[in-house]
Protein backbone atom coordinates (compact mmCIF):
# COMPACT_ATOMS: atom_id res chain seq x y z
CA UNK A 1 0.00 0.00 0.00
CA UNK A 2 1.00 3.27 -1.04
CA UNK A 3 -0.03 6.86 1.14
CA UNK A 4 0.85 10.31 -0.07
CA UNK A 5 0.33 12.95 1.89
CA UNK A 6 1.78 16.48 1.68
CA UNK A 7 -0.66 18.04 -0.42
CA UNK A 8 -2.30 21.47 0.05
CA UNK A 9 -3.02 25.10 -0.76
CA UNK A 10 0.25 27.47 -1.48
CA UNK A 11 0.85 30.89 -3.51
CA UNK A 12 2.94 30.82 -6.78
CA UNK A 13 6.46 30.30 -5.51
CA UNK A 14 6.29 28.95 -2.70
CA UNK A 15 7.86 25.12 -1.51
CA UNK A 16 5.99 21.61 -0.84
CA UNK A 17 7.14 18.26 0.19
CA UNK A 18 4.88 15.70 -0.64
CA UNK A 19 5.38 12.23 1.01
CA UNK A 20 4.93 8.78 -0.11
CA UNK A 21 4.79 5.96 2.84
CA UNK A 22 5.01 2.32 1.83
CA UNK A 23 3.56 -0.33 3.86
CA UNK A 24 3.73 -3.80 3.59
CA UNK A 25 6.33 -3.53 0.67
CA UNK A 26 10.05 -2.66 1.25
CA UNK A 27 10.42 0.83 -0.84
CA UNK A 28 14.03 0.06 -2.01
CA UNK A 29 12.70 -2.93 -4.33
CA UNK A 30 10.69 -0.87 -6.61
CA UNK A 31 11.37 2.12 -8.38
CA UNK A 32 9.11 4.78 -7.47
CA UNK A 33 7.38 7.60 -9.03
CA UNK A 34 5.57 10.68 -9.09
CA UNK A 35 2.53 11.36 -11.50
CA UNK A 36 -0.18 14.21 -11.50
CA UNK A 37 -3.55 14.55 -13.11
CA UNK A 38 -5.25 18.19 -13.58
CA UNK A 39 -9.01 18.25 -14.15
CA UNK A 40 -9.65 17.59 -17.89
CA UNK A 41 -6.27 16.71 -18.70
CA UNK A 42 -4.38 12.98 -18.77
CA UNK A 43 -2.23 11.30 -15.47
CA UNK A 44 1.72 12.95 -16.60
CA UNK A 45 4.88 11.84 -15.03
CA UNK A 46 6.62 14.30 -12.76
CA UNK A 47 9.35 12.26 -11.27
CA UNK A 48 10.61 8.87 -10.78
CA UNK A 49 13.64 7.27 -8.89
CA UNK A 50 15.34 4.05 -9.98
CA UNK A 51 15.00 1.18 -7.59
CA UNK A 52 18.61 1.37 -6.79
CA UNK A 53 18.08 5.12 -5.70
CA UNK A 54 20.99 6.02 -8.02
CA UNK A 55 19.23 6.98 -11.04
CA UNK A 56 16.41 9.90 -10.99
CA UNK A 57 14.72 11.44 -14.59
CA UNK A 58 12.35 13.95 -14.19
CA UNK A 59 9.57 16.15 -16.60
CA UNK A 60 11.03 18.88 -18.53
CA UNK A 61 8.34 21.45 -16.71
CA UNK A 62 9.55 20.57 -13.28
CA UNK A 63 13.26 19.89 -13.93
CA UNK A 64 15.06 22.04 -11.42
CA UNK A 65 12.40 23.07 -9.24
CA UNK A 66 11.26 19.38 -7.89
CA UNK A 67 13.27 17.07 -6.53
CA UNK A 68 12.36 13.19 -5.90
CA UNK A 69 14.11 11.73 -3.25
CA UNK A 70 14.37 8.23 -1.31
CA UNK A 71 14.69 7.15 2.71
CA UNK A 72 14.77 3.61 3.05
CA UNK A 73 14.83 3.60 6.60
CA UNK A 74 11.46 5.41 6.32
CA UNK A 75 10.57 3.18 3.77
CA UNK A 76 9.09 6.59 2.18
CA UNK A 77 9.82 8.71 -0.91
CA UNK A 78 9.47 12.28 -1.12
CA UNK A 79 8.79 14.74 -4.00
CA UNK A 80 10.29 18.44 -2.75
CA UNK A 81 8.64 21.03 -5.02
CA UNK A 82 9.72 24.83 -5.62
CA UNK A 83 8.98 27.82 -6.81
CA UNK A 84 5.47 26.05 -7.58
CA UNK A 85 3.27 27.66 -10.00
CA UNK A 86 -0.50 27.27 -10.49
CA UNK A 87 0.19 25.26 -13.32
CA UNK A 88 1.69 22.74 -11.06
CA UNK A 89 -2.23 22.07 -9.62
CA UNK A 90 -3.22 18.78 -9.62
CA UNK A 91 -4.12 15.61 -7.79
CA UNK A 92 -0.32 13.75 -7.12
CA UNK A 93 -0.25 10.13 -7.09
CA UNK A 94 2.52 7.96 -5.88
CA UNK A 95 3.53 5.08 -7.92
CA UNK A 96 6.14 1.66 -7.71
CA UNK A 97 6.93 -0.79 -9.87
CA UNK A 98 9.63 -3.75 -10.15
CA UNK A 99 11.55 -3.36 -12.78
CA UNK A 100 14.44 -6.20 -14.00
CA UNK A 101 17.25 -3.33 -14.04
CA UNK A 102 18.09 -1.60 -10.78
CA UNK A 103 19.05 1.34 -12.49
CA UNK A 104 15.57 1.75 -15.03
CA UNK A 105 13.64 4.97 -14.35
CA UNK A 106 10.19 4.18 -15.58
CA UNK A 107 8.26 7.43 -16.88
CA UNK A 108 4.89 5.78 -18.38
CA UNK A 109 2.06 5.40 -16.02
CA UNK A 110 1.72 1.71 -17.73
CA UNK A 111 4.63 0.94 -16.54
CA UNK A 112 3.47 0.96 -12.80
CA UNK A 113 1.42 -1.73 -11.33
CA UNK A 114 1.07 0.22 -7.82
CA UNK A 115 -0.41 3.08 -6.85
CA UNK A 116 -1.97 5.85 -3.91
CA UNK A 117 -4.86 7.60 -3.98
CA UNK A 118 -3.52 10.94 -4.18
CA UNK A 119 -3.11 14.31 -2.60
CA UNK A 120 -4.37 17.56 -3.82
CA UNK A 121 -2.11 20.34 -4.38
CA UNK A 122 -3.19 23.73 -5.50
CA UNK A 123 -1.07 26.65 -6.29
CA UNK A 124 -3.00 30.32 -6.04
CA UNK A 125 -1.53 33.16 -8.55
Known amino acids: KLVESGGGLMPAGGSLRLSCAAS????????TGWFRQAPGKEREFVSAISRSGGNTNAASSVKGRFTISRDNAKNTVYLQMNTLEPEDTAVYYCAATMPGSSTVVPTRPSTYTYWGQGTQVTVSS
Open 24 to 31: GRTISNYA
